[in-house]
């Protein structure tokens, strides 16, 4: 007998698509629809949601891909993530003052990553044109789309730091001078504008002609100009309460493009997960796997609290050694392989007792990590607060000017006929960000708030290098063959609600709409990724939809237990391809995710 679910998991042979956004994912089938392919569709999906969650993401901001190439049978990652630029050396935050990369304005800025990764991506994979891929988020842009409340209640939010401190995203975001409503046509001229003339001056010859011209115009030419004139001319009001100038210049980003690597995997039953390797924290997803594999979860109902408590103190673990042994591999020795093995996983496990854990306990591996800098936070997390620092799916949305934040970003996952799939979490640049820059009609991200101040630390600042980054997208083999693609929007709780929904569908045998419509739940044990990079020690935050029992039985075991909304945890999408027939499912929660197919 089937359950419930709010949505039905859609189930087709032609393609699927699922996005954070009903406008993304209707963009992305008619591109399916038009003969394209997963890997065009997904362009079309990622630069129609810069546009129609500004919140989450924008041109400015950073992503990693990870996709199925049916014609090669391979995995393979695109690393859209932008290191931090020459200018950007502890020595000169040190000379600011400053012990935390702030967590927003222009010192947060890394090397803006997406377009370059769109383009990389139609170019080695899709078969269509720039025009193709970006006419949807033009339309859009000049034409107006309708503002969910999240949008207008995270433009509320920031209003005051908008009029006294960045009035060019006054400009643009306070149109008439006046917070918009949810529901209203919202619209960025400038910025369709900005694409318009890219696409204008790429056009002619080939495909692979217009895609190099489109790259280079981006990174060298009017972009690129824009950028760097706005990061030297600007000091920006920013968390510190001070104003900085951006240390970002059109030579970084000249120096800069997208490139192709290998993921990193582990083998979990007859399951093969893969994800991006320790620039993301897609690690974490893998080594809570390796935790609680042999733990017995196919006896365990995925709203008790065996199950809770087994995957979160298994999290606390994994997150944990995040914290001591991540950073950009080109860099960093990161021990993946021991992270992973039997051997140490054995003995971590013995750490998952019958009751919460308070304590942040990484793993010690001879010639690896480095010290862990556990800060405690005073209050909750919340999502979005005066200061527009953050981490916008987490939490609540915050008014209290003294307020901590938080922000986010956006998934799709898709597949085509051919059996091609493509899963990615765009993100940075969110309006909230850094000042939009007038020329452009877009602000650059913030990522470089995820670098430690520490030259011992495996995530220090340095120049070219990637900071740690919370995105991470998803691929699972089954039995050797490809099968699912999924993720979420959430900071830190990516790879917490990630994991949940794949143990769900694998022990408990729920389907894709069913897993992701389970109730949820995510630690905040750890360092949270964003500014001000503080802990709540033995935290987990709960749907109100879970048993009483099981609240109460996970308090009785120690855990600090925060009872959240019913529908409140989690914007995870998935798609999965089981022969010919491909199914979808998307998230309930906040409204606006949608799975499209047939």
Sequence with gaps: ??????????????????????????????????????????????????????????????VPVILYDAKKEAVEVICGQ???????????????????????????????????????????????????????AIFYARHGYPLVSRITETIATVEALFREHWPSSAAVYLPGGQVPKAGDLFTNVKLAETYERVLRDCEGGTREEE?????????????????????????????TGQHNRGVLTGQDMATWSASVEAPIHYDYGRYRVFKPSTWSQGLACLQQLALVNSMGLDAMPVTGPDFVHVITE????????????????????????????????AERRKLIGDTASLELRPGTIAGAGGKVDARIASGKRVAVGATG?????????????????????VHFDIIDRWGNMVSSTPSGGWLQSSPIIPDLGFCLGSRAQMFWLDESHPAALQPGRRPRSTLTPTLAYRDGAPYLAWGSPGGDQQDQWIPQMFLRHVHAGMNLQEAIDAPAWHTEHFPGSFWPRTSRPGVIVV??????????????????????????????????????????????????AYAIGR
Excluded at 41 to 49: D, E, K, M, S
Excluded at 392 to 408: L, Q, S, Y
């Design 82 to 136: 932008g290191p931090a630029p020459a200018g950007a050396t502890i020595a000169h935050y040190r000379s600011l003052g400053l012990d935390l990369v702030p967590g927003t304005g222009l010192l947060a800025t890394c090397i803006p990553g997406a377009f370059d990764t769109w383009m990389l991506m139609l170019r080695d994979y899709g078969t269509m044109r720039p025009r193709d891929v970006l006419e949807a």
């Design 543 to 592: 749907e109100s939809r879970f048993p009483q029992a099981t609240i109460d039985e996970l308090r009785r075991r120690g855990h600090e237990v925060e009872v959240g909304g019913a529908w409140s945890e989690g914007r995870l999408t998935a798609a999965r391809k089981e022969g010919h027939r491909l199914k979808a499912a998307a998230n309930p929660r906040g409204m606006q």
């Design 389 to 409: 620092a953050g981490e916008p799916t987490v939490g609540d949305i915050d008014t209290d000017p003294n307020g901590v934040t938080r922000g986010d970003t």
């Design 211 to 239: 895609i190099a011209r489109a790259r280079r115009i981006w990174s060298q030419g009017f972009v690129a100009e824009a950028i760097d004139r706005f990061c030297r001319t600007e000091a920006v009001f920013d968390v």
């Design 314 to 345: 298994a999290a606390k673990l994994a997150f944990a050694d995040r914290e001591a042994f991540y950073g950009d591999p080109a860099f960093v020795d990161v021990p993946i392989a021991t992270l992973l093995s039997d051997a140490y996983n």
């Design 1 to 62: 007998m089937s359950r419930f679910t709010t949505r039905p998991e859609i189930d087709g042979t032609f393609g699927v698509v699922t996005t954070t956004h009903w406008i993304a994912s209707a963009v992305a089938m008619g591109i399916l629809e038009r003969g394209g392919n997963a890997f065009d569709a997904g362009c079309a999906a990622a630069f129609t949601l810069q546009i129609v969650e500004p919140h989450l993401n924008g041109p400015g901001g950073d």
